[in-house]
């Protein structure tokens, strides 16, 4: 599929993986882009898992027939993309690898020593297919240290690797004019809290670096190609790389047999009572992380409760404040509430956890033993409203 004069789309639909990464899930499928950029000389950028590669070379030879290709630029290593590198090389021995040392070092570690001559690129290197210049940016640990992306200069096209990218395969159209973009944009807000959270210093850094390009197409290695909503694709990434949120309320719980749940429904309520609109309460047994983390990325405050469960909290909770631990999420309210039956320890856990969470307490933590009486349930609609008051009338507390 032919985008610009030089580039081609040859990337793939995975409409079948269930969770990307083995861990975040993909209700509306995902693609694996790769481009051709096609001049004297011919560049694949990136290519893709090693299960879709019969397609892959179709689209490729469909493009190129018998013509071969002098570079394969490998933007990321992450094996979504660098998956069918070894069986590109079979299929174009005369290939050569263009990557930064990083690159080549995991290169070497994935697949075996390679053949041929690899082209080591620093930041700000360029490589000439005669009619089109590639330059190569360093992005390292976006999210991942070898990271670096490629910019046509005379095009303005920037080979953006994962950066910009989304959740949710491509339904026809590739380039974001010649769809509706409605679906993705929630998309890269999961996929930015998913594979990004930790990493927003490194994306506030790369953005810096970008900013100086004059981009007019961003062809990610995920999602449309970016023309008419670049803009606000960037501008998406800056958002959350710098923890900026809007006022709301995430209540995340566990519950084994009901009583924690009366107690987030009750924060809930109070929050709502308080004049919250943007309440989202996430049963943590059943929500699938990424669009809990996606929600905790997006609103300012944040109550996380359950039952006290083999000396710990209730690992569905654990679990999320692990995640949140890994994180960068510090600017947000948080309260937190939790039942027990003969011994107390899940606020003390999440008290643990928010060691390295770094948000900022605004009530007492809620306990109760055995089931929540009038009085817990009445406090639990005190602690919904002061979380309500805080992400109404505080903003977003500053980072400690
Ligand atoms: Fe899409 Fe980090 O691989």
Redesign the pocket.
């Known amino acids: 599929m032919q985008i610009t004069d030089n580039v081609y789309y040859v990337g793939v639909n995975d409409r079948t993986k269930h969770r990307f990464e083995g861990l975040w899930a993909l209700p509306l499928g995902v693609s694996?882009n790769a481009y051709l950029v096609v001049s004297d000389k011919v560049a694949l950028i990136d290519t893709v898992e090693a299960d879709f590669f019969g397609e892959f070379l179709a689209k490729i030879r469909a493009v190129l027939g018998e013509r071969k290709i002098d570079y394969l630029v490998v933007n990321?290593m992450?094996p979504?993309?660098s998956g069918s590198l070894e069986l590109i090389r079979r299929y174009y021995p005369e290939i050569r690898v263009v990557g930064n040392a990083k690159t080549h070092d995991m290169v070497r570690g994935f697949f075996g020593p390679q053949g041929g001559e690899d082209i080591v690129v620093k930041e700000g290197d360029r490589l000439s297919l005669g009619g089109v210049e590639m330059q190569f940016h360093l992005a390292p640990m976006l999210?991942?240290p070898e990271?670096m992306v490629t910019y046509l200069p005379a095009q303005g096209i920037l080979f953006s690797?994962?950066a910009f990218?989304c959740f949710g395969a491509l339904n026809g159209a590739v380039l974001d004019s010649r769809m509706d973009c409605t679906p993705y944009f929630p998309e890269m807000e999961r996929y930015f809290a998913a594979?990004l959270g930790k990493f927003c210093a490194p994306v506030r850094t790369a953005l810096k670096k970008l900013s100086g390009l004059d981009i007019r197409m961003i062809c990610s290695?995920?999602g449309p190609v970016w023309t008419e909503n670049a803009g606000r694709a960037v501008e998406t990434y800056r958002r959350m790389s710098h923890g900026e949120t809007e006022p709301g309320l995430v209540v995340c719980y566990g519950s084994m047999y009901g009583n924690t749940q009366r107690v987030a429904e009750a924060v809930a309520e109070g929050a709502a009572a308080a004049g919250l609109r943007h309440i989202a309460v996430h049963n943590l047994s059943v929500s699938q992380p990424s669009f809990v983390l996606a929600d905790i990325f997006r609103y300012n405050a944040l109550a996380v409760g359950g039952p006290t469960y083999n000396g710990g909290v209730f690992p569905v909770v654990e679990d999320l404040l692990r995640r949140l631990a890994g994180r960068q999420v510090e600017g947000r309210h948080l309260a937190c509430f939790g039942g027990y039956t003969w011994a107390s320890a899940a606020v003390k856990t999440i008290h643990h956890y928010n060691e390295k969470m770094k948000m900022q307490w605004v009530a007492d933590p809620l306990e109760w033993k055995q089931a929540p009486d009038a009085d817990a349930l009445a406090a639990a609609r005190r602690m919904g409203e002061a979380l309500a008051h805080a992400a109404l009338n505080a903003g977003a507390p500053d980072a400690q």
């Open positions: 694996y990321h992450e979504d993309h999210h991942w990271t690797g994962d990218g594979i290695t995920h």
